[in-house]
């Protein structure tokens, strides 16, 4: 066939394609992101493509970028570990949380809603500027904030922060996190602000705030990549780390009983996977199930984003073993997450 007949068909397929609707390959977020990187939403399979995305230089909010603690390799050229659900997330990254080894990937680059993963850098600020024996003030605005909550912050009364990074971590508490930017920057709005030039700062270049709680009426987004960059520097934060591999907390509060019981949502916690060591879940309409988790065997130290997700658990428990396969470890017999979890 000639090439001018080769470029008629060409053309003529593409008007076709673009009559019917069909699907483009391609990722939200605008010029930050790299179509190169792009899957097929239903496949559930990471990029394997041989392309790495220009870095953006500028975050969403408009601050220059820093260099992002962790390199990511995104092409895709490395990937190890496959995986076909047959619901898959909107995006995920599972990847070695010390050396940035990417192991499997789907739409990493793609801009969600995050909800309460918004926690993880509310408590990177909170630790950063604060000591952990500081008392915070339980505010109105705090106690009337809307929901997960802490729920028994008493009014007016003094906590110390760290009990209030247990109640922000653990239940995800809603009242907590208000309560901590008071305590830290005086108002809400400025310390969203301080959250936005930390993101910049770590070259998270596709994350934005606008709140220090990741609440339903929050716009806060980011992306696969940006969170596992996040996650490694939150776990250097030794308090941090203690914190959210916590199953459950016992911690001093200034009410009845002088104490409250607290108890961790993250489903690698909750059912008692081999290692696991944290980190963050999250939840709202607009962003689904979300989580960021993470585990340790034997030295290695794997992490898993899973956002907008049917089976948190689940497909959370499946990355992992894969990825501890990938390194030649044993699978470890534990009962396994509950279908549906």
Same mark, same amino acid.
């Given at each position: 066939?000639? *090439?001018?007949?080769?470029?008629?068909?060409?053309?003529?397929?593409?008007?076709?394609?673009?009559?019917?609707?069909?699907?483009?390959?391609?990722?939200?977020?605008?010029?930050?992101?790299?179509?190169?990187?792009?899957?097929?939403?239903?496949?559930?399979?990471?990029?394997? /493509? /041989?392309?790495?995305?220009?870095?953006?230089?500028?975050?969403?909010?408009?601050?220059?970028?820093?260099?992002?603690?962790?390199?990511?390799?995104?092409?895709?050229?490395?990937? #190890?570990? #496959?995986?076909?659900?047959?619901?898959?997330?909107?995006?995920?990254?599972?990847? =070695?949380?010390? /050396?940035?080894?990417?192991?499997?990937?789907?739409?990493?680059?793609?801009?969600?809603?995050?909800?309460?993963?918004?926690?993880?850098?509310?408590?990177?600020?909170?630790?950063?500027?604060?000591?952990?024996?500081?008392?915070?003030?339980?505010?109105?605005?705090?106690?009337?904030? +809307?929901?997960?909550?802490?729920?028994?912050?008493?009014?007016?009364?003094?906590?110390?922060?760290?009990?209030?990074?247990?109640?922000?971590?653990?239940?995800?508490?809603?009242?907590? @996190?208000?309560?901590? @930017?008071?305590?830290?920057?005086?108002?809400?709005?400025?310390?969203? @602000?301080?959250?936005?030039?930390?993101?910049?700062?770590?070259?998270?270049?596709?994350?934005?705030?606008?709140?220090?709680?990741?609440?339903?009426?929050?716009?806060?987004?980011?992306?696969?990549? =940006?969170?596992?960059?996040? @996650?490694?520097? =939150?776990?250097? #934060?030794?308090?941090?780390?203690?914190?959210?591999?916590?199953?459950?907390?016992?911690?001093?509060?200034?009410?009845?009983?002088?104490?409250?019981?607290?108890?961790?949502?993250?489903?690698?916690?909750?059912?008692?996977?081999?290692?696991?060591?944290?980190?963050?879940?999250?939840? /709202?309409?607009?962003?689904?199930?979300?989580?960021?988790?993470? *585990?340790?065997?034997?030295?290695?130290?794997?992490?898993?984003?899973?956002?907008?997700?049917?089976?948190?658990?689940?497909?959370?428990?499946?990355?992992?073993?894969?990825?501890?396969? +990938?390194?030649?470890?044993?699978?470890?017999?534990?009962?396994?997450?509950?279908?549906?979890?």
């Amino acid at each position: 066939m000639r *090439a001018s007949s080769v470029g008629t068909v060409a053309v003529v397929l593409a008007v076709f394609a673009v009559v019917k609707g069909l699907p483009a390959l391609g990722l939200s977020g605008g010029s930050n992101t790299n179509a190169a990187h792009a899957n097929a939403a239903g496949s559930g399979h990471g990029g394997h /493509t /041989t392309a790495q995305p220009s870095r953006p230089t500028h975050s969403p909010a408009g601050l220059p970028l820093g260099q992002p603690p962790l390199d990511l390799d995104l092409s895709g050229k490395d990937d #190890q570990v #496959q995986a076909n659900f047959h619901h898959p997330p909107r995006a995920g990254l599972l990847f =070695d949380l010390s /050396t940035g080894r990417v192991l499997w990937q789907l739409n990493p680059l793609t801009h969600l809603h995050i909800a309460s993963l918004t926690k993880m850098m509310t408590a990177l600020r909170v630790v950063r500027t604060s000591s952990p024996d500081e008392d915070v003030l339980v505010t109105k605005q705090a106690v009337e904030a +809307a929901g997960s909550k802490v729920g028994v912050l008493p009014l007016g009364k003094h906590v110390s922060l760290r009990t209030m990074l247990y109640g922000l971590l653990l239940p995800s508490g809603n009242d907590a @996190a208000i309560a901590l @930017a008071q305590h830290v920057s005086g108002s809400i709005g400025t310390f969203v @602000a301080t959250m936005d030039t930390e993101a910049a700062r770590l070259g998270m270049g596709c994350t934005h705030y606008t709140s220090p709680s990741g609440y339903v009426n929050a716009s806060n987004y980011s992306c696969a990549a =940006d969170l596992a960059e996040l @996650a490694h520097v =939150d776990l250097e #934060q030794p308090l941090l780390a203690h914190i959210v591999r916590s199953a459950k907390a016992v911690v001093p509060l200034p009410i009845k009983g002088g104490k409250a019981y607290l108890y961790n949502n993250n489903p690698l916690l909750v059912y008692g996977y081999p290692g696991a060591s944290g980190l963050k879940t999250g939840f /709202t309409e607009l962003a689904g199930n979300c989580l960021v988790g993470t *585990a340790e065997r034997d030295g290695v130290r794997l992490g898993v984003v899973l956002l907008h997700s049917p089976e948190l658990g689940r497909q959370a428990e499946f990355l992992l073993n894969r990825g501890f396969e +990938a390194y030649g470890q044993e699978p470890v017999k534990a009962p396994p997450v509950p279908s549906g979890r």
